[in-house]
């Protein structure tokens, strides 16, 4: 079997589509839409997703979705989806997902903040704060005791983490990412050259983020950075003036926009997005001009702010400067 569908149906997928490939959580195939729209240009990525838990799909490219049905219609002529979906299974799988709402999955544990053991990493953090009077506890997902965290969370000490653990636990404070997949660890000494240290704690399909909440629950606005320390600060003094008309601030870890926008959609349904990137100097308008082009059918504006005469939005003061993509 393959998740929800009768072993045939890998069969119909390679025989209609030029290539197939299948992931732990969805079969990955090139977009009949896209493939219409564009038949001259050569193709290189898969776009299109069909669940392997339910009879769904969805295009990150053109943003086409919704039952099965609907996808081997446009391929088949017409709709031949039962055929291919074991009906039994559907309703074993929609029961245990029923049963895993009802019983939510155990979240990583977080050690309590010692702010005078680690008093060194808790002067670092208000420092990269601006000295608000926010308390440390109000930073979502703040590690100071790295060798805490590994421990209540039973977290097997792999040979490349029993080389770092000492290091991180004297030298770094660290956050964890929304998913749970990852913890991102900044060293607390500005002289260094060894700055940051990511660990991944699990694999996951889509790129995991650092994810903090606005003011408006119903906005399709999101206002994205590279760094943690960008979105904290700017969430808590609001440079921008735009927290109450966003709905999520989201540290993309790195330069990546174009896979956290798809990460984005993913996990949090929001399907055509108004993009606020505070941007570090040494990033172009031409790159996001070109992350608008490549990305427009997933954008519904975008706009990039740089901290004027500064690195980024987490170096003090911040002066905003605003540019319509």
């Keep these: 079997m393959l998740g929800i569908y009768k072993d045939d149906f890998k069969i119909f997928l390679e025989q209609n ?5 299948i992931t732990s959580k969805n079969i990955i195939l090139p977009c009949s839409w ?3 729209d564009t038949p001259n240009v050569k193709k290189k990525h898969y776009h299109l997703y069909i669940a392997l838990n339910a009879p769904i799909f969805y295009c990150f490219r053109c943003s086409n979705g919704g039952g099965l049905y609907k996808l081997l219609q446009k391929v088949a002529g017409t709709d031949v989806s039962e055929k291919y979906i074991d009906k039994e299974l559907v ?3 929609s029961k245990d997902q029923i049963q895993r709402v009802e019983e939510p999955k155990k979240r990583l ?4 903040l010692d702010e005078e053991l680690f008093h060194l990493k808790s002067l670092f953090m208000k420092k990269r704060l601006g000295y608000t009077n926010s308390p440390l506890s109000s930073v979502k997902g703040l590690i100071l005791d790295a060798n805490k965290f590994w421990e209540v969370n039973n977290i097997p000490i792999t040979s490349d983490l029993f080389r770092m653990k000492d290091f991180l636990q004297e030298n770094f404070v660290g956050v964890l990412t929304e998913n749970e997949t990852k913890v991102i660890f900044r060293n607390i000494d500005p002289e260094t050259d060894f700055r940051y240290y990511k ?4 694999q996951t399909e889509f790129l995991d983020y650092y994810k903090l909440v606005g003011g408006s629950y119903n906005s399709n606005q999101v206002i994205l950075a590279e760094g943690i320390f960008d979105i904290l600060s ?3 003094f609001d440079n921008v003036g735009l927290k109450n008309s966003t709905k999520l601030y989201a540290a993309a870890l790195s330069k ?3 896979s956290l926008l798809k990460s984005i959609i993913f996990n949090e349904q929001i399907f055509k997005l ?3 990137i505070l941007s570090d100097k040494d990033v172009e308008l031409e790159d996001y001009k070109k992350l608008k082009k490549y990305n427009g059918h997933i954008i519904e504006s975008l706009t990039v702010y740089y901290n004027k005469n500064k690195k980024d939005f987490a170096d003090f003061p911040v002066l905003p400067e605003k540019f319509i993509i």
Excluded at 17 to 21: A, C, I, T, W
Excluded at 199 to 202: A, F, K, L, P, T
């Design 34 to 36: 896209c493939e219409q």
């Design 274 to 276: 108004r993009v606020i």
């Design 256 to 258: 990546s926009y174009s």
């Design 91 to 93: 309703k074993k799988v």
């Design 234 to 236: 700017e969430s808590i």
């Design 17 to 21: 589509f030029r290539s197939v490939r």
């Design 109 to 112: 544990q977080l050690p309590e």
């Design 199 to 202: 660990y991944q704690i699990r």
